[in-house]
């Protein structure tokens, strides 16, 4: 379990998209998790870098591709 609750999955994003660059998804098992832990970090500085955290409506990462990644 992680200091907000328990992750079901967690993507860091290794493509060089601009748009997608030092992103990270992680997906709680319970909604009241996912809540805390965006109230907690967003605005935090990692690595020298802001935390802009956001809910993301994929709820499925295995289908979840960006298509700049796929096409190349």
Request: hydrophobic share 35%; net charge negative; proline share 1%.
């Given at each position: 379990?992680s200091q907000y609750g328990?992750?079901?999955?967690?993507?860091?994003?290794?493509?060089?998209?601009?748009?997608?660059?030092?992103?990270?998804?992680?997906?709680?098992?319970?909604?009241d998790y996912s809540e805390?832990?965006?109230?907690?970090?967003?605005?935090?500085?990692?690595?020298?870098?802001?935390?802009?955290?956001?809910?993301?409506?994929?709820?499925?990462?295995?289908?979840?591709?960006?298509?700049?990644?796929?096409?190349?």
């Amino acid at each position: 379990m992680s200091q907000y609750g328990e992750i079901e999955d967690m993507i860091v994003v290794d493509n060089l998209g601009d748009h997608i660059v030092g992103n990270v998804y992680v997906k709680y098992s319970d909604e009241d998790y996912s809540e805390n832990a965006l109230k907690n970090v967003n605005g935090r500085f990692w690595n020298g870098k802001k935390i802009s955290a956001v809910y993301s409506p994929v709820t499925d990462f295995l289908n979840a591709k960006c298509k700049q990644y796929i096409d190349g």
